[in-house]
């Protein structure tokens, strides 16, 4: 077996040691329940609240502002059903856009089946949403806007300060999903004005299974999930503490070497993208090629199939993904590149590779290696690509 490079950390990364050493001793030692009045749910209660204030602090908030939830999905379904069903005297109308997570676009399509009104606006071949479209998308009755900071597809940054803005101007409340960027980024949710925030541990070399939503005080909210009160009766279920505890080591990890860590990224980065484009013709760079992720890189190729890229790659120990690893297994072209405007046979050719904390310059000379003799391999044995030749 050739040795194993992981380039899909999009989709999860794997639990950095020291946070893997944390848990350990909270798995094995901190087993109350925090809502216990003797020692030991003291004791779990005490952790919970540290990680909350090391959390709090990462993004700028208050204490109570962070609910922890047991994964992005839930923090965006509670986003906006609960957003939604608080104020729906208010109104029934909520703005999103065509490329946010599934989660995201299936809570919009089930509130729709509830009497919602959902507009989604578009982007540009970047996958730039331009905040005038979303000026353009307001109506007496929205209230709430819910944008992604980062595409997990793409990697393209969106500019969520400036529909922020908009949003306060008009009494809108702001969502926006961060599980990519955040701990990749620097994010503070009141210099953004941001009202809800989204973020996923698994993203960011913590533990699955833990994740959070930002709910700025005084937000008209309701919650999920009724029970004994937990999270300060925003999501009642018993507290998973050493997840938690995990997800705020990551989080106080990252926040000290982000920007070590995204200098050395981008360069990587850089030269899998310019070794890709020079030494593969006819391959082109999806998203934009400047307000994009530092570890995303996501490039179309003519005349081949996604999956056999990946099947390929992964014969060669080499692990990567078309798109959306939530989504991967689906036949269905992406709706990301889609809203790009690209064709069906270019959305099917496309390949993400996403880097991490511990990639290195070797594994990116491998897979400019061994990646273009995988293309024209496929490529000549593709009828289509011969038509694309010839034509």
């Known amino acids: 077996m050739k040795k194993k490079i992981y380039l899909d950390y999009a989709a999860s990364t794997p639990i950095d040691p020291r946070v893997l050493k944390l848990m350990s001793v909270q798995l094995k030692n901190n087993f109350g329940n925090s809502s216990s009045l003797h020692w030991y749910g003291q004791q779990a209660q005490q952790v ?31 986003a906006l059903k609960g957003i939604a069903f608080a104020n729906k005297d208010k109104g029934r109308h909520i703005i999103t856009s065509l490329i946010e997570h599934d989660c995201i676009l299936n809570s919009a399509k089930w509130l729709e089946k509830q009497g ?16 005038v479209e979303v000026v353009k998308a307001v109506r007496k009755d929205t209230i709430l806007v819910s944008i992604m900071h ?6 393209t940054i969106e500019p969520i300060e400036e529909i922020s803005k908009i949003c306060r101007v008009k009494n809108i409340y702001f969502h926006t999903d961060a599980a990519q960027s955040f701990g990749k980024i620097p994010i503070d949710v009141n210099k953004m004005k941001i009202d809800l925030l989204t973020a996923s541990s698994h993203k960011m070399y913590g533990p699955k299974g833990a994740a959070l939503l930002y709910i700025r005080k005084g937000t008209k909210i309701e919650p999920l999930l009724h029970g004994g009160g937990h999270e300060f009766d925003w999501r009642s279920s018993t507290v998973n503490i050493p997840a938690i505890a995990g997800f705020a080591q990551a989080v106080s990890i990252c926040q000290k070497e982000m920007r070590k860590e995204a200098e050395k990224t981008i360069i990587l980065r850089n030269k899998l993208i310019k070794g890709i484009l020079k030494k593969i013709p006819n391959s082109f760079l999806n998203g934009h090629p400047q307000k994009r992720l530092s570890n995303n890189v996501n490039i179309r190729f003519s005349g081949v199939e996604g999956e056999a890229i990946i099947m390929h790659l992964n014969a060669n120990g080499i692990a990567a993904s078309t798109g959306s690893a939530c989504s991967s297994q689906s036949l269905q072209p992406s709706h990301v590149l889609k809203a790009l405007g690209l064709k069906p046979g270019e959305i099917h050719g496309s390949l993400r590779l996403s880097l991490g904390r511990w990639t290195t310059e070797e594994e990116i000379n491998f897979v400019l290696e061994i990646l273009p003799k995988i293309i024209k391999n496929l490529r000549e044995i593709s009828p289509f690509y011969v038509h694309q030749k010839s034509s």
């Not at 606006?121 to 949403?129: A, F, R, S, T």
């Not at 980062?150 to 990697?155: L, P, S, V």
């Open 116 to 131: 919602w009104k959902i507009t989604k606006v578009g982007v540009d071949k970047y996958g730039l949403i331009d905040p």
């Open 150 to 155: 980062a595409n997990n597809e793409i990697g």
């Open 48 to 78: 919970l609240e540290e990680s909350r204030k090391t959390v709090a602090k990462a993004l700028g908030a208050q204490l109570e502002e962070i609910i922890f939830t047991s994964s992005a999905t839930e923090s965006n379904n509670t």
